[in-house]
């Protein structure tokens, strides 16, 4: 899958534009970059609103914006899970889409910034999702991560059961097997989880026979914040994993571009990840 670019706009990335790579930077590049931006200043200001606790209506709101909506559709509900330092606002654009188009329960999960270890985010990811599933009658679940986010959910699919309750799980430039990015930011113990070789990161590397979660894994070429870029795949040989390649934009943009927006729900109306995705997705 093809979407299209965003500039690096963090300080580990800027290696990659010291004089001698400059002369290579492309036009995309330079859209990513400006894309990447609008984005940050965007969800900055968007930012306090997804300070407070999402709360659940007891029944379906009805539509009164205006805006056409598809007929809505029997399946499961969909939890959003954002990244490390962020909160449920970065999927305000994803989930109205989804809502458009027949999902009846989106929800956003909020975890604490101060959370410092994976394991126990996955075990409270767990305890949301039963509550999820005893209020809406639902056996199972679909799981939207971007970033930290979907390696949460992994952990929470792989080491502690939820196969059993999650469907498919979306990951949206997640470090599966670690990143190198920001060696400055060791000082907070999750991301160290988040480095390749971690104990983390080497649990999910373990074999996980009979995990009944279809996973759908989307990566891009200009990810600032995956080191290599191929970590945001998943390559685990007792998974039923499909990769998305994503060109042209960065690591904010992929929670909140139209076109990825589109292929996810693919990905989750599809009876198998690869029956409907196609191998990439272009977008400039």
């Known amino acids: 899958m093809k979407v299209t670019g965003v500039l690096p706009l963090f300080f580990p990335s800027c290696r990659r534009l010291w004089p001698g790579r400059l002369a290579g930077l492309s036009l995309t590049l330079l859209r990513a970059t400006a894309l990447e931006a609008a984005i940050l200043a965007g969800h900055l200001l968007l930012y306090p609103t997804g300070l407070i ?3 659940h ?21 969909v939890v959003l899970l954002h990244g490390f330092i962020d909160n449920r ?6 989930r109205r889409t989804l809502a458009q188009h027949g999902r009846q329960r989106v929800e956003s999960l909020n975890y604490s910034p101060l959370t410092c270890d994976i394991r126990t985010a996955a075990e409270l990811l767990g305890r949301h999702i039963e509550e999820i599933c005893a209020r809406t009658g639902s056996a199972r679940v679909d799981i939207v991560g971007h970033s930290l986010g979907g390696l949460i959910a992994r952990y929470y699919v792989q080491c502690l059961g939820g196969d059993l309750r999650v469907r498919t799980l979306v990951t949206l430039g997640t470090p599966h097997s670690g990143t190198r990015v920001a060696p400055l930011a060791d000082a907070h113990p999750i991301v160290r989880q988040m480095r390749p070789g971690s104990a983390v990161i080497e ?4 074999p996980a026979p009979g995990c009944r979660t279809r996973f759908v894994s989307f990566w891009s070429d200009l990810d600032s914040l995956m080191d290599p870029l191929e970590t945001a795949c998943l390559d685990h040989p ?10 042209g934009i960065g690591h904010l943009a992929l929670p909140v571009h139209p076109a990825v927006a589109a292929v996810i729900r693919e990905a989750l109306d599809a009876p198998h990840p690869g029956d409907r995705i196609t191998g ?3 977008v400039a």
Do not use: K
């Open 203 to 206: 649990e999910l590397a373990r």
């Open 53 to 55: 606790r999402e709360r």
């Open 280 to 282: 990439g997705l272009p």
């Open 238 to 247: 007792d998974l039923d994993a499909h990769n998305v390649r994503v060109s």
């Open 89 to 94: 606002s970065v999927f305000v654009l994803l």
């Open 57 to 77: 209506p007891a029944a379906l709101p009805a539509p009164g914006d205006g805006t056409a909506r598809l007929p809505l559709r029997p399946a499961p509900p």
